[in-house]
């Protein structure tokens, strides 16, 4: 069976190709090894499990840790590693141990580069956590609530495997205890089957000393749905990372990613939907704060294949600048290979608008305050959506984001 | 809805047999192919160099040879700079007025219908002709007025001083490997410096011409227009084909000094196995204001991004840019703009058209620095694919330093869009009628900003389009 | 008795631009009367309404807002609402992530920080005033003003004028862009929220309004001066003749927009 690669940047047409930028790369002083292999065996008894992993472990070792001019990062150092990363999970979904054999294809078959093939095969070698979703035929599943806690590192490796005509939703939250360096890499494989759908909410709620990665690649089927709502607060370095892969006609996905960086946060998103059949439907729309001292940088990827006839492809982000110092950086790239479609972009950056700012001061509202409730107005349909799964979520999000704007 | 005849790819192409002639010259000097000490030597000594200019040839050729090549946009790795002959002087001295010309060299620019530009009373029409300066004519005005309007080399001798204090310092020979390349053999050019307050009443232009197998084009153009003053300068070059690879790696630095307004329209339309590595640069002071109009419509390869650096308050900057990528063609130009002082603003027009398997690129880069208060920018790019065989990629890149600023980018690719075609069939006209008129209308902004030849070859691609049904 | 509002001769410049906009404006406004102000377009009467406000587009040069008795040109925008003006905007801001309930019960508390209220007590009325300006129910679920046609964009004006009870009303072109169900409904909740303590200034440039929201004065604004004042018949006036009549008896140039 043939493995699908889906790189991140693909930049060749007919037979001219174009010069692709490299990441430099940088070995880690004591890197994983061995030891920490073997210990994140512990607690797999699948033995596909097992040599899934020692094949990405090998990888592995062929890669150094990315330096990152817009994140900052120059390398990195692992820190000591935990065999079990604690998760408090609510619905019913297996752990990873329990994968089966049409979960572990789904782990054969489709490959991506995630923020850095370093950290991707670092989630995957060194999972001490990871969740297997599989649906019924036809199914509707409650919702499930994925709580981590970034006290020691984490490193998932989750497949989701959506039966047609399924139904899921999966709201992922992590907490910070904010106390050291807490660190996260994920790799996420979700395949929605034909006809059926998906609600993923992330909700990063990270610390100023938190490194947080989260790398997830989606599959869509023909008529098969998908709506995400990624929400990332905070971080010394957060980078979602998300390839939509449209492979199946009148497929459907949204993603809207809302965030609010301050201090010295930086937090550097990367949402790419890669179009290759046709009647499809995708939108990305970003919306954000920032703060002080941090940056925030959208890069909002639409790549359509040829034959992607009819497509629609639309992608936006809108980041709110309330601080001199702070950095909002977008790279919206549309890159088309089919004429028969529709797609556009937009980028925009500003600061409160004074009229609005105006308006709000002649019905009382202080200076600071009327600020603040133009700039917490952004996060608030975000809120408003997580209702839907429970009060004590979305006030949950309602306080951390009041307390940091 | 009935279709027109048959449309035929082919027609939509742009015609290069125009320009696609050789002439027979004589060449009284050539270099050796390839790139060392000994050429640059030559070359600085043909030209009769101060020792500065000798020196920053040599010092460029160095910088080339330790520099690493671009780490982005087309591929060059075919580029084999040991075969392109950097430097070419035809047997001809400079000439003052049309008549004084070599006959096969007028011959060559009948062809090409410069005489009628000169009829159309510009104010001064430069013409180079594989690498040298062969006619120039300043008309009266433009002297009283004080306007230093002549080749490069020429000015290099005339007035060291001042070009020694613009020659390479808005593009150092370090900004990339080209950039150095350049500055070791660049070669002709035009020299223009407008006093403070000469307002230029015509457009001057210069015009190009590559004629040589495996030649290398090389101009370096300084405009300087001092505070108030206000010029507008056309360049348009071409080539005809030939298998072996042609090089173009020119410089244009632009002086927008404090109050002035400059605009630099190109029209390039090299033919299809040139790499145009052009490197377009502008710095503009308090109030300057700087416009660009770019119509890239040749070369096999192009990497074009002309840039305005907004260093002083208020400074602003458009750019209104066409993209043409035909068959076999990769195209990636764009736009840089920096602004780095408050009260800055930018406006951006980029377009592009994508046929017969060619490879629109559009790259730009936003940059505002924590200084520029106040600044405003909005970019829009527009690309139309004509056909499915063809690819269109924009790819900005938007970096906002500052809170008080209000930046916005959109980017729209497609076709033409049913709903116009509707409208306008609702007013009478066939459905071929509006998608030509939707095309012309698409390309419209630039034909205005070109000169009249290339207004006429952009207008002849959209009649097609009136004659046949794009599909 | 002290005026409610007093403006003597005001000028005011637009701040960047140097431009004079107010060129000595006098008015008072005393408790329980109803000012009309009427102009050409492009008279700038709404500038007016907004140096009033201390929007911080506009600088005073010379002159004097009293409020009161006391001069409020040293005090923010918001510390003047605070302290009972109110003004409603000819164009409405539109501001998203913020529910126009929670916009009104904030705004109230702001205004009447003394006042005990209960929330209960606070959504009834808000309740009843939606229902009086017949607007739909869900309109309080909404994000302030946004995707509001422009009747409900001055309904919810004039609902704020209404839950708000500010003290001087300054209403900027509230009959602009109303149809005749839509002007009736709003003319008549006005009246019904005038009190004797409230003075409202009421901007308009068509007489209609002033058929039904009756004022005890009519000022001619043009060129950034109130230029002439009378009673009702003088906007009668003005409404079959056009602001001509003050050309000649005045001898003033308009250019009407």
Request: glycine share 8%; net charge negative; proline share 3%.
């Amino acid at each position: 069976m043939d493995t699908i690669f889906e790189k991140t940047i693909d930049m060749k047409h007919n037979n001219i190709k174009a010069v692709e930028w490299q990441v430099p790369q940088i070995q880690a002083k004591k890197d994983y090894g061995d030891f920490e292999f073997q210990s994140s065996l512990e607690h797999i008894s699948n033995d596909y499990l097992k040599t899934f992993k020692s094949y990405r472990f090998e990888a592995y070792k062929n890669w150094g840790f990315p330096k990152w001019k817009r994140t900052k990062l120059n390398g990195y150092e692992p820190e000591k590693y935990i065999s079990f990363a604690p998760t408090a999970v609510k619905g019913k979904i297996f752990g990873i141990n329990g994968i089966d054999e049409d979960g572990i294809e789904i782990l054969a078959k489709y490959d991506f580069e995630g923020a850095h093939r370093k950290f991707l095969l670092m989630a995957e070698a060194f999972s001490n956590t990871g969740f297997y979703l599989k649906t019924e035929e036809g199914e509707t599943r409650e919702p499930i609530i994925i709580n981590y806690y970034l006290k020691a590192p984490i490193y998932e490796m989750s497949v989701y495997n959506l039966k047609p005509f399924s139904k899921a939703t999966v709201i992922r939250i992590l907490r910070s205890n904010d106390q050291g360096k807490g660190f996260r890499t994920t790799s996420n494989r979700i395949i929605v089957h034909k006809n059926a759908s998906l609600e993923l909410v992330n909700i990063n709620l990270n610390g100023n000393n938190d490194i947080n990665i989260d790398n997830i690649f989606i599959e869509l089927e023909e008529n098969s749905k998908v709506e995400v709502i990624d929400i990332n607060i905070g971080g010394k370095i957060t980078a979602p990372h998300f390839i939509f892969r449209f492979s199946g006609k009148n497929s459907v996905a949204t993603v809207n990613p809302y965030y609010l960086a301050t201090n010295d946060n930086i937090i550097d998103m990367l949402y790419l939907m890669r179009f290759y059949a046709p009647k499809t439907t995708g939108s990305i729309n970003g919306k954000g704060i920032i703060k002080d001292n941090s940056k925030a940088v959208f890069r909002g990827f639409l790549d359509i294949k040829r034959g992607a006839k009819d497509t629609n492809a639309a992608e936006s982000s809108y980041t709110l600048t309330l601080s001199e110092k702070s950095k909002a950086e977008a790279i919206p790239s549309l890159t088309v290979d089919e004429n028969e479609v529709t797609a556009s972009h937009a980028a925009s950056i500003g600061t409160i608008e004074s009229d609005k700012l105006y308006y709000l001061m002649t019905r009382g509202f202080s200076r600071e305050a009327a600020k603040k409730m133009i700039a917490y107005g952004i996060f608030e349909p975000a809120v408003d959506k997580l209702n839907r799964y429970g009060e004590d979520i979305s006030q949950e999000v309602r306080n951390v984001v009041f307390q940091r704007i | 809805m009935s279709r027109d005849k048959e449309f035929n790819i082919e027609d939509l192409l742009i015609d290069q047999s125009k320009f696609d002639f050789k002439s027979q010259v004589k060449y009284a000097y050539k270099t050796i192919p390839g790139l060392n000490k000994q050429v640059v030597e030559a070359i600085s000594d043909q030209k009769q160099e101060p020792k500065w200019m000798r020196d920053l040839r040599l010092k460029s050729l160095e910088v080339f040879e330790t520099w690493r090549d671009p780490r982005f946009g087309v591929d060059i790795s075919d580029l084999d700079v040991s075969k392109i002959v950097a430097y070419i002087k035809p047997d001809a001295k400079k000439a003052t007025s049309w008549e004084e010309v070599p006959s096969e060299i007028k011959d060559t620019f009948d062809k090409l219908g410069i005489p009628e530009a000169e009829r159309k009373a510009l104010a001064g029409v430069g013409a180079q002709y594989d690498s040298e300066i062969v006619y120039q004519n300043i008309k009266k005005e433009m002297e009283k007025l004080g306007v230093i309007f002549l080749d490069m080399e020429s000015a290099v001798r005339e007035y060291p001083d001042l070009v020694k204090e613009y020659f390479m310092k808005a593009i150092p020979i370090t900004d990339h490997k080209y950039a150095a390349f350049h500055g070791a053999v660049w070669s002709g050019g035009t020299f223009l410096y407008v006093p403070k307050g000469v307002k230029v009443p015509l457009p001057l232009q210069a015009y190009f011409r590559m004629n040589n197998p495996g030649m290398g084009q090389m101009e370096h153009t300084i405009i300087i227009a001092d505070e108030g003053s206000e010029v507008v300068f056309i360049e348009g070059c071409s080539a005809p084909f030939y298998e072996i690879t042609n090089l173009h790696a020119g410089a244009v630095e632009i002086y927008v000094k404090k109050g002035a307004r400059v605009k630099y329209a190109t029209i390039q339309n090299w033919s299809k196995n040139t790499y145009n590595l052009n490197t377009k640069r502008a710095i503009v002071d308090e109030d300057g204001i700087m416009e660009w109009a770019s119509g890239s419509m040749g070369s096999e390869k192009s990497m074009i991004y002309p840039a305005s650096i907004l260093r002083g308050k208020g400074a602003k900057t458009e750019t209104k840019a066409i993209t043409y990528a035909g068959p076999k063609q990769h195209m990636d130009t764009g736009s840089k703009v920096f602004m780095l002082a408050p009260y800055t603003s930018a406006n951006v027009d980029a377009r592009s058209i994508s046929i017969g398997g060619g490879w629109a690129f559009y790259r730009g880069w936003l940059r505002v620095g924590g200084n520029a208060k106040g600044a405003k920018a909005s970019v829009s790019c527009q690309a139309l694919m004509l056909d499915n065989i063809s690819k269109s990629d924009t790819i900005p890149l938007i970096e906002v330093h500052t809170d008080d600023a209000d930046i916005g980018h959109e980017a729209r690719i497609g076709r033409i869009r049913e709903e116009q075609i509707y409208y306008l069939m609702s007013r009478g006209l066939k459905e071929s009628e509006a998608k030509a008129l939707i095309v012309r209308g698409f390309v419209e902004p630039f034909a205005k900003e070109l000169p009249l030849e290339y207004a006429i070859e952009l207008n002849r691609l959209i009649n097609l389009e009136i004659e046949s049904s794009i599909g | 008795m002290t005026a409610l509002l007093e403006i003597r001769d005001l000028r005011a410049e637009v701040i960047g631009e140097g431009v004079e906009i107010l060129k000595g404006v006098n008015l008072i406004i005393n408790k329980g009367e109803t000012h009309a102000l009427m102009g050409p377009n492009g008279s700038g009467k709404s500038t007016l309404a907004h140096v009033i406000m201390g929007n911080p587009k506009y600088r005073v040069t010379s002159g004097d807002i009293l409020f009161e008795g006391q001069s409020i040109l040293n005090l923010s925008t918001d510390e003047r609402a605070r302290l009972g003006l109110f003004l409603s905007f000819q164009i409405p801001e539109e501001i998203e992530g913020i529910k126009m309930r929670q916009f009104l019960i904030n705004s109230y508390r702001n205004i009447h920080s003394k006042d005990e209220r209960t929330l209960l007590d606070l959504n009834k009325s808000i309740s009843e005033l939606t229902q009086k300006l017949d607007l739909n129910q869900d309109f309080l679920e909404r994000y302030i003003n946004t995707g509001f046609s422009g009747g409900e964009k001055k309904k919810s004006e004039i609902l704020q004028m209404g839950f708000l009870k500010p003290k001087l009303c300054i209403l900027d072109e509230i009959d602009s862009g109303l149809d005749i169900d839509a002007l009736r409904i709003v003319s008549e909740s006005l009246n019904s929220f005038r009190t004797e303590e409230m003075g409202i200034l009421l901007i308009t440039h068509y007489q209609r309004i002033l058929n039904y929201v009756v004022p005890d004065f009519v000022h001619v604004y043009i060129d950034g001066r109130i230029v002439m004042t009378g009673k009702k018949e003088l906007a009668e006036q003005i409404e079959e003749t056009g602001y001509s009549i003050i050309e000649k008896e005045l001898g003033i140039n308009i250019n009407e927009e």
